[in-house]
């Protein structure tokens, strides 16, 4: 089945960059009508998108956050990742990546997440 | 800037059927999807395309849109039903996907 894990930094320092992985398995990002995602979720509160991305570098981002967000894809070892400038405390956070299932009749970014990674407790503090 | 809003709880004993609203104005443009979050969890889906409902998915969980309102329905609460719940729609604008902001749904 396919299973996605994120990896990175549990602490990072204000105004550094926040660097995260999510390993695929089960499902080639390669050649595959998905697109990939990261969704964040501060503490206690709700979900937030953050950027999707398709294994051709098409890519959507959250407009609120696109200034400081980059997401990219490495199909050669089934992996995306998501690059955070200038972070600050308002950025921790548990990172969640999950699959963005595209059906034929609908564009990517209208569509639902499944399944999700575990998520990573990110914290951003000197 | 576009919102989807949800009641933040709703409360409901076990056997009874508890209602889950999501609103916004593009709803009719765009599929309602709804995740369940348990504690510690990652979000779950248990809806997409407004009614269809994932394999291992209960029956007794179901959705329905009406105009500018999307309708997670669960029948027969469980106490294991016990969780937050979230509808996720899309913004045409950017566009982009866009989460309502939970419901934490308790089972009395």
């Known amino acids: 089945q396919v299973q996605l894990q994120e990896s990175g930094p549990g602490l990072v320092t204000p105004s550094e960059t926040l660097s995260l992985t999510c390993s695929v398995s089960?499902?080639?990002?390669?050649?595959?009508?998905?697109?990939w995602g990261w969704i964040r979720q501060s503490p206690g509160k709700g979900l937030e998108w953050i950027a999707n991305i398709h294994y051709s570098g098409r890519t959507f981002y959250n407009p609120s956050l696109r200034s400081r967000v980059t997401i990219s894809v490495d199909t050669s070892q089934n992996q995306f990742s998501l690059i955070l400038t200038s972070v600050a405390a308002t950025d921790t956070a548990v990172y969640f990546c999950?699959?963005?299932?595209?059906?034929?009749?609908?564009?990517?970014?209208?569509?639902?997440?499944?399944?999700w990674g575990q998520g990573i407790l990110v914290t951003v503090s000197s | 800037s576009y919102e989807l809003t949800q009641p933040p709880s709703v409360s409901v004993s076990p056997g009874q059927t508890a209602r889950i609203t999501c609103s916004g104005n593009?709803?009719?443009?765009?599929?309602t999807y709804w995740y369940q979050q348990k504690p510690g969890q990652a979000p779950l889906l248990v809806i997409y395309?407004?009614?269809e409902r994932p394999s291992g998915i209960p029956e007794r969980f179901s959705g329905s849109s009406s105009g500018t309102t999307a309708t997670l329905t669960i029948s027969g609460v469980q106490a294991e039903d016990e969780a937050d719940y979230y509808c996720q729609s899309a913004d045409s604008s950017g566009p982009s996907v866009i989460f309502g902001g939970g419901t934490k749904l308790t089972v009395l």
């Open positions: 999950a699959r963005e299932v595209v059906p034929a009749d609908i564009p990517g970014v209208y569509n639902w997440f499944d399944p």
């Open positions: 089960g499902v080639s990002i390669n050649n595959s009508p998905y697109y």
């Open positions: 395309k407004d009614t």
């Open positions: 593009e709803l009719p443009r765009h599929y």
